[in-house]
Each structure stands twice: as structure tokens, then as C-alpha cells.
């Protein structure tokens, strides 16, 4: 069971929560920061929440909706000061419900044994804003929000792999996942993902290049490619950025599409294997002191061949990648 210390000074404006997960901090800090996850473990359980928007880097906006069992909505959101991972989040939070009461968040992850010590101090505008916060029931809300967390923490864990699994938390399909080192810093590595010029240097398998690629880099802008093969013919791609944190990751979907960005069906290109409409794709960027280290998941794809193909033509992809950075 996880520990949780909730103290509120006497005359205070603040609320400081300390938690205790058996669990490494990075893994906790990127349960806490993966709007896929947030649905299962924000706020107390009989809540349901639906993530509208949440960009987690300095600027970027949060908004999430709650319901009740009786069909109560409610609003919360903010903006995020300071994302440094996996050490410290600074972002506001505002209830729509009482608007212009806004209170800051400061939440440092330490790593202690194994386990991760977690301080969320929440700042409040005056010392009323604080103590009507506690008198809504907060800190039972605290603590069953604290176990769903370590519950969360717990079935990843014994997933056997530290890394958050997409086709876990998907639920659809299987999934490709790739690690490539490049001998190059990761700003460069991440300008070949989101600068389109860059990005048509490497995309695409060994015997195809890619004509066309445009980045509207940002959540909830799309991004469109093609790729053209031996015959001369175009394959077109598109799809929805859903997380960018720069330089660490990027999260979008991605689909097939005609030359528009309308997405077709894979038959569109010929293609009879069953494909999903929709993919995932999702890229992370480590440094290693003048080094990238790169982790690609392509998630939702069909059973088959066409696994061992997508695995094939990203890897000939990541050869390309390797050659322009040089």
C-alpha cells in the first residue's frame, strides 16, 4: 500500500502531499505526465475523466473533465510552468466551477531505494481558498487518487518491462518497438522528426524517398507525408500529434490517406492485410552525452507478416536516419 502524508500549516496558503511509491521515478513520473494513463488513476474512483488537451512542457495547456455517477460534469485545467523530467512538474490548476481561484502546483519526484518519494505542494491564493479545498473532502480524495496510482504502478510493473507498453494500454493490435543509437546530440535526432526538410532526408524504406512532408508541430495539429516506391507511385500518410514534449517525445497517430489528408483504408493502396484506420506511433529521444539513444513503438497493427515488414521498413528508415546525421 502506498503512503501518503497530507499536512496543512495552520494560517497557511499551502497543502503539502507527500507520497511514497514502490516504484522507480521515472516510471512514476511518466504515469503521471501520459494523458492515456491520466483516466486511470486522476481523482477519486467514482469519477470518471476524459483528457481534452494536455501538453506537458513550459506554456503548454491541461484540461480534463470529470463526471459523476449522476451525470455532473466538471472542469479543470491549467498551464504548465516547468516539465523537467523525471525530476519536477510547476503548472496551475482552475476549477470551472469557481473561476479566477487559481493555485499553483510544485511537484518533485525523488528517488530513494528503489522507491519514489513524490512532494506535491499546492499553493493556494489566500489561506480561505486553502481551507475550503480541505473541507470538501480532499484528503480521502487525496488518498484513494495516491491508490490508484501505486495500483497503475503495480500492473505495469509486473508487465516485465519498465517502459510504459502501448499495446497494453492501446488494447488494440500488436505492436513494433524499435531502439536505434545515433552518434549525433538529440536535438539533432528530434529536428529529423519535426523538421519536414530533415524528415524527407530518411523516411521511407531503402528502395523508396519521400517527395512531400508537412509538420503542423504542435497537440492536436496534423502532420501528412508520402512516401514514393520504385514504381513511382505515391503512399500517403497522415495523422494527429497527441503529445509533444521537446527534445523527449513525441506521441501521434497515424493513418493511411489519400494526397488531401483524407485517411482511406489500407485497399486504397492495394494493401488487403486488415488494417486498423487508426495507428500509434510513439518516439522518445535519450541523451547520452553527445549520443541519442531513440525508442520507437508502432502500435494497433494487424497479426501476420506485416509485422516483421514494418519492423523491416523502419529499421532500412532508421539506416537512412543514420547516414544524415553524419
Known amino acids: 500500500m502506498a503512503q501518503t502524508d497530507i499536512k496543512a500549516p495552520p ?7 507527500t507520497r511514497t511509491y514502490n516504484a522507480p521515478r521515472e516510471l512514476v513520473y511518466k504515469t503521471l505526465t501520459d494523458p492515456k494513463l491520466i483516466p486511470q488513476w486522476w481523482g477519486p474512483r467514482y469519477l470518471t475523466t476524459k483528457v481534452e488537451i494536455m501538453e506537458v512542457k513550459p506554456g503548454g495547456q491541461w484540461r480534463f473533465i470529470q463526471q459523476d455517477p449522476e451525470g455532473n460534469t466538471y472542469g479543470f485545467r491549467g498551464v504548465y510552468h516547468l516539465a523537467k523530467s523525471p525530476e519536477l512538474l510547476i503548472y496551475t490548476m482552475e476549477w470551472d466551477g469557481l473561476p479566477d481561484h487559481v493555485l499553483m502546483n510544485i511537484d518533485r ?8 518519494i513524490c512532494t506535491s505542494c499546492s499553493i493556494f491564493e489566500t489561506v480561505e481558498d486553502r481551507d475550503g479545498m480541505l473541507q470538501t473532502g480532499m484528503e480521502d480524495g487525496t488518498r484513494d487518487e495516491t491508490e490508484r496510482i501505486a495500483e497503475l504502478l503495480t500492473k505495469v510493473i509486473q508487465q516485465g518491462d519498465i517502459e510504459l507498453d502501448l499495446r497494453q494500454l492501446a488494447g488494440n493490435g500488436r505492436s513494433v518497438k524499435i531502439v536505434r543509437e545515433f552518434d549525433a546530440p538529440r536535438e539533432r535526432v528530434w529536428q529529423s522528426w519535426t523538421d519536414p526538410d530533415k524528415y524527407i532526408c530518411w523516411s521511407g524504406p531503402k528502395d523508396y524517398y519521400a517527395p512531400y512532408a508537412k509538420f ?21 500518410s497522415t495523422g494527429i500529434y497527441k503529445e509533444i514534449i521537446e527534445p523527449n517525445r513525441i ?3 497515424d493513418s493511411f490517406s489519400d494526397e488531401q489528408g ?18 500509434e506511433v510513439e518516439v522518445t529521444f535519450e541523451d547520452l552525452g553527445g549520443k541519442t539513444r ?5 502500435c494497433g497493427l494487424p497479426e501476420g507478416e506485416i509485422l516483421e515488414l514494418t519492423k523491416e521498413g523502419w529499421n532500412q528508415s532508421f539506416d537512412k536516419l543514420a547516414e544524415c546525421l553524419r
Open 262 to 279: 483524407h485517411i482511406v483504408p489500407a485497399s486504397h493502396y492495394g494493401i488487403v492485410t486488415d488494417f486498423s484506420m487508426e495507428l
Open 251 to 253: 506521441v501521434m497517430t
Open 109 to 116: 519526484f525523488e528517488e530513494r531505494d528503489g522507491k519514489t
Open 294 to 298: 531513440m525508442t520507437l513503438e508502432h
Open 216 to 236: 503542423d508541430l504542435r497537440v492536436g495539429g496534423k502532420h501528412l507525408s508520402s512516401m514514393r516506391g520504385p514504381d513511382g507511385k505515391d503512399i500517403w
Open 11 to 17: 494560517g497557511k496558503q499551502e497543502i503539502i502531499v
